[in-house]
T-cell receptor, first 116, second 114 residues
Framework: DGGITQSPKYLFRKEGQNVTLSCEQN?????MYWYRQDPGQGLRLIYY???????QKGDIAEGYSVSREKKESFPLTVTSAQKNPTAFYLC???????????????FGPGTRLTVL | GENVEQHPSTLSVQEGDSAVIKCTYSDSASNYFPWYKQELGKRPQLIID?????GEKKDQRIAVTLNKTAKHFSLHITETQPEDSAVYFCAASEAQHGDYKLSFGAGTTVTVRA
């Protein structure tokens, strides 16, 4: 299961605090994604990036921010503006081969964030 | 954007029986349909995928069928085993305007009874 890592595995946050979740990949993948997973709701896209120094909002970007300063790294910050941040957060990456062709996404092990 | 619906939300089968999970999608331009399996506490992992230029794909006990006209695709697991117990997610691609992303269904929790 190597190639894409997330840290920490568990994270506890007090209300009003910002926290940053780490995601690193050594697969030389172009694209990276952040998802939020809640029971019964599948995987919802927060942000994604297809190239360094560029990223796009997903379906539930409010209260989150990202950066993509290096190809292998895509950290996610959960800000105090996120009203219900307790969830399981998954990072994924994929290779971009050619126009119009979506490819397999490889997932990291996830970070479980709990707001106290 | 793409909307993917997945049914059923839970599925209990006797070991050795077959399991079928169905998904529908809304965007006729979607052309890639993967299925992921997520065991408890683990990351999702791809088990099979299909592209819109084929109607069926098999890999041992797992098969996926695609009906582009009706915009639905299904996962079939035959001869189920206890290790097939997991949450299964379908997804459909959105590769429009240079954006390469997936929309996921809500998931199906499969329990294989011994």
């Amino acid at each position: 299961d190597g190639g894409i890592t997330q840290s920490p595995k568990y994270l506890f946050r007090k209300e009003g605090q910002n926290v940053t979740l780490s995601c690193e990949q050594n697969l030389n993948h172009d694209a990276m994604y952040w998802y939020r997973q809640d029971p019964g709701q599948g995987l919802r896209l927060i942000y994604y990036s297809q190239i360094v120094n560029d990223f796009q909002k997903g379906d539930i970007a409010e209260g989150y921010s990202v950066s993509r300063e290096k190809k292998e790294s895509f950290p996610l910050t959960v800000t105090s503006a996120q009203k219900n941040p307790t969830a399981f957060y998954l990072c994924a990456s994929s290779i971009l081969v050619s126009s119009g062709r979506v490819n397999e996404q490889f997932f990291g092990p996830g970070t479980r964030l709990t707001v106290l | 954007g793409e909307n993917v619906e997945q049914h059923p939300s839970t599925l209990s089968v006797q070991e050795g029986d077959s399991a079928v999970i169905k998904c529908t999608y809304s965007d006729s331009a979607s052309n890639y349909f993967p299925w992921y399996k997520q065991e408890l506490g683990k990351r999702p992992q791809l088990i099979i995928d299909i592209r819109s230029n084929v109607g069926e794909k098999k890999d041992q006990r797992i098969a996926v069928t695609l009906n582009k006209t009706a915009k639905h695709f299904s996962l079939h697991i035959t001869e189920t085993q206890p290790e097939d117990s997991a949450v299964y997610f379908c997804a459909a691609s959105e590769a429009q305007h240079g954006d390469y992303k997936l929309s996921f269904g809500a998931g199906t929790t499969v329990t294989v009874r011994a």
